[in-house]
């Protein structure tokens, strides 16, 4: 296998290097979602300075190593960490984007337009699970068996979602936004509408996330997140 420090050092060689290509296109892939939590990560970033900058794109990096299993020493990282920490929590809601005055789309809508997605990109049928609201996908992506649960409320995010891709973790903890700190799967700006529009750039997520996953699992020859 490949040492601990060389995996290490390839995962967060590779997740810097696909943020700055994010970043080079002005986060397009991210800045598209409607997402107001995600919305705020990309406008904060964007305007930090140089120095910022590359803080977080360090502490990004590190922190998807982490979640592969690969943890990094505090003492060395503490300048990111605390970076990193800061911009989560300092960084305002950018209330620019958010478009006031317009009606959110139903959840009703928004399951149905999601299980219209779902059953074309899986062929399956949504499992209903024993906690309130969460739903569940199943099906393939690359020969790869990829479940997604959706998690709708009638409250502030009416869709959120996380992935368990079999190949390499166990939980449902995995998101595209997570993997490059740019929010955590929350979509809490669809309006009304835009169900199918939304479902849409669900299923283009879903399937980057998945891409970008087993490209992480195949550099470093590992086969499972902790």
């Not at 959120?160 to 973790?169: A, K, L």
């Amino acid at each position: 296998g490949i040492p601990l420090k060389d995996a290490k050092a390839r995962i967060i060689e590779y997740v810097r290097k696909r943020f700055c290509e994010f970043e080079s296109d002005g986060f397009s892939i991210f800045a598209r979602l409607p997402s107001g939590n995600t919305a705020r990560y990309v406008c904060g970033f964007m305007a930090l300075p140089d120095a910022q900058k590359d803080l977080i794109r360090d502490a990004i990096a590190m922190r998807s190593a982490q979640w592969w299993g690969y943890p990094y020493d505090y003492r060395s990282a503490e300048p990111c960490v605390k970076a990193f920490d800061e911009f989560t929590r300092m960084t305002p809601f950018p209330w620019d984007v958010v478009r006031h005055g317009e009606k959110r789309a139903p959840v009703a809508q928004i399951r149905k337009a999601a299980k219209l997605m779902f059953g074309q990109l899986f062929g399956c049928s949504p499992v209903k699970s024993l906690e309130p609201g969460d739903w569940f996908y199943s099906g393939a992506i690359t020969a790869t068996p990829v479940v997604v649960r959706i998690r709708y409320s009638t409250r502030m995010t009416p869709l959120s979602y996380g992935m368990r891709i079999n190949e390499v973790g166990d939980y449902y903890s995995f998101t595209l936004e997570n993997l490059f700190g740019m929010g955590l799967g929350d979509w809490d700006n669809i309006m009304l509408g835009e169900e199918d529009q939304a479902c849409a750039l669900l299923r283009d997520t879903i399937l980057t996330g998945v891409s970008e996953c087993l490209e992480i699992s195949r550099i470093v020859g590992k086969n499972h997140i902790t």
